[in-house]
């Protein structure tokens, strides 16, 4: 909080959204699926590639906003398992985006001590991509920041199906599978996130009001937020706004939140008051 107070000059509104933001209750970890990268480049008369292109500038500056802020861990929903059905070229591009955003971005997430995690099943990756990949990620293990999951070839139902069949295949290895009983804590620990808080906050930009096979698990209790904001003109602004709002948020988890009017202290008997009078 204080490194991104830092940055920023008084009288600027990201300044004053900054100051306005609590710093005991940031959510500790957020997720996005960064969506509009075709409407952005179809409003421009550019080719779908060009809202990819654009896309990346909004994931170095959320990047950098996170770990300013102190949030610590980000997870970003860069390519679905079901984003194979897009024309070859676009799928290239994506992984040649990738690719640089990788080679680019590796010294800044050193300095700044962000460690990189690619989460989804890596094994269909282009072979070229997954060793970069593997290497940013090798890279980047000691750092102790913020935490950037990248969502790649990435879906919520895989990834449960996946956890499942790897809880199998170790009770077949260790002779316990007969007596085996799964549990939510099982599963969890089995996720591709299992080192990680479930997410706080969910952003979606570009209005779209679905869940698109991300995180299904996970985001049981998030608080959701979505902005028509497409993705290639998401702003540090967009993102300090996000946190703003999760903090008005009252969350419940399905309790009850403080007592409002001594709600608490209702008794039978002010109950049997409350019918007689209605
Ligand atoms: C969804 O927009 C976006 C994607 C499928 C790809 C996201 C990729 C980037 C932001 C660029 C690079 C990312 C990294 C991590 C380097 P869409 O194409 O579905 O947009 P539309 O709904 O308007 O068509």
């Known amino acids: 909080m204080k490194a991104l107070l830092e940055s920023l000059q008084p009288g600027e509104r990201d300044w004053d959204l900054a100051q306005a933001i609590d710093p005991a209750r940031l959510p500790a970890h957020i997720a996005i699926i960064m969506d509009g990268n075709g409407r952005w480049a179809g409003r421009r008369r550019l080719p779908r ?3 990819h292109k654009a896309g990346i500038g909004p994931v170095r500056s959320t990047v ?3 770990a300013r802020l102190g949030v610590k861990v980000l997870t970003l929903y860069a390519f679905s398992v079901e984003n194979w059905k897009r024309p070859r070229a676009e799928v290239e591009t994506l992984w040649r985006l990738l690719r640089y955003y990788l080679k680019q971005e590796l010294p800044d997430l050193q300095k700044n001590d962000i460690r990189l995690q690619a989460i989804g099943r890596l094994d269909a990756l282009p072979t070229q991509v997954r060793r970069e990949l593997d290497a940013a990620v090798d890279a980047t293990a000691a750092n102790r920041g913020l935490l950037v999951n990248l969502a790649i070839n990435y879906g919520g139902r895989a990834e449960i199906v996946d956890a499942v069949n790897a809880i ?3 009770a077949q290895l260790d002779g316990s599978i007969g007596s085996l009983k799964l549990d939510e804590d099982l599963i969890a620990t089995n996720l591709y996130t299992a080192s990680c808080p479930d997410p706080d906050l969910l952003i979606r930009t570009s209005g779209e009001m679905r869940i698109s096979n991300f995180l299904l698990w996970q985001i049981a209790y998030s608080e959701l ?3 028509e904001t497409l993705w290639p003109d998401f702003t540090r602004t967009d993102l300090l706004e996000a946190v703003l709002e999760y903090q008005k948020r009252d969350r419940r988890y399905g309790g009850l939140s403080a007592p409002v009017n001594g709600d ?6 002010t109950f049997v008051v409350a019918l007689r009078s209605s």
């Open 225 to 227: 937020y979505v902005t």
């Open 49 to 51: 590639v060009a809202g």
């Open 64 to 66: 950098e906003t996170c």
């Open 168 to 170: 199998l295949e170790m």
């Open 264 to 269: 608490a202290q209702a008794t039978d008997e």
